[in-house]
């Protein structure tokens, strides 16, 4: 599975972006698809999943700002990013999981998209 992001950049305190994630085959092939932000010196993190089914799961911090959302015609996972603070600034990395034909779940990456957000 390929993943291929777009929609970083910087921002000002309070506003707000859309990232975007196509995927190379169908959604409804993955078991999920989400977005993960990593800041330096830090781990991965969640920030908002939805799977196949549709339920979708966020991050703590995120919550009530940010909202996930797809089109199944393109294939693509949307993050709507509002009301920035500088502790959002990261790098954010799209993600799909996929169940390979020997019942293994596959994590997929994309290669991840710089925002940052200015006091």
């Known amino acids: 599975v390929q993943l291929v992001e777009s929609g970083g950049g910087l921002v000002q305190y309070g506003g707000s972006l859309r990232l975007s994630c196509t995927a190379s085959e169908s959604i409804f092939s993955l078991n999920s698809m989400g977005w993960y932000l990593q800041a330096p010196g830090n781990e991965r993190d969640l920030v908002a999943r939805?799977?196949?089914?549709?339920?979708?799961q966020y991050g703590d911090s995120v919550k009530g700002r940010f909202t996930i959302s797809r089109d199944s015609a393109t294939n693509t996972v949307y993050l709507q990013m509002d009301n920035l603070a500088p502790e959002d600034t990261a790098v954010y990395y799209c993600?799909?999981?996929?169940?390979?034909?020997?019942?293994?779940?596959?994590?997929?990456w994309g290669q991840g998209t710089q925002v940052t957000v200015a006091s």
């Open positions: 939805i799977t196949r089914a549709g339920i979708v």
């Open positions: 993600s799909a999981q996929k169940t390979d034909p020997y019942g293994l779940a596959i994590d997929y």
